[in-house]
Nanobody
Framework: QVQLVESGGGLVQTGGSLRLSCSAS????????MGWFRQAPGKDREFVAA????????SYADSVKGRFTISRDNVRNTLYLQMNSLKPEDTAVYYC?????????????????????WGQGTRVTVSS
């Protein structure tokens, strides 16, 4: 079992930055595959970023490439999402996800169905 707790959401102006944190317990973040997803009002939840358990592979949604950075702190057992140059369309509830299932060599999990554990979400609102 993995427990995930997100924090760091809030209200920010267009062009601002936020850093989301996802504290994990039950497994170490260096042993599990983790990702960030988001759900905007009235929309389906979508992929944002993910990191393979080994740290050797990272993937981002096209909409956040160059603006968001996913990272891990193995000592704090925490996953982060640094979000810069925020836009109103980034407004959403952001969820941290994890799975112990190993993807094929060189691959990374991008689909919600591939993740087994989810946090409660943290809300990000970007004002125009």
């Amino acid at each position: 079992q993995v427990q995930l707790v997100e924090s760091g959401g809030g209200l920010v102006q267009t062009g601002g930055s936020l850093r989301l944190s996802c504290s994990a317990s039950g497994r170490t973040v260096s042993d599990i595959n983790m990702g960030w997803f988001r759900q905007a009002p009235g929309k389906d939840r979508e992929f944002v970023a993910a990191v393979r358990w080994s740290g050797t592979r990272i993937s981002y949604a096209d909409s956040v490439k160059g603006r968001f950075t996913i990272s891990r702190d193995n000592v704090r057992n925490t996953l982060y999402l640094q979000m810069n140059s925020l836009k109103p369309e980034d407004t959403a509830v952001y969820y941290c996800a994890a799975t112990g299932r190993t993807p094929p060599l060189g691959a990374i999990w991008l689909e919600q169905s591939q993740y087994d554990y989810w946090g409660q979400g943290t809300r990000v609102t970007v004002s125009s």
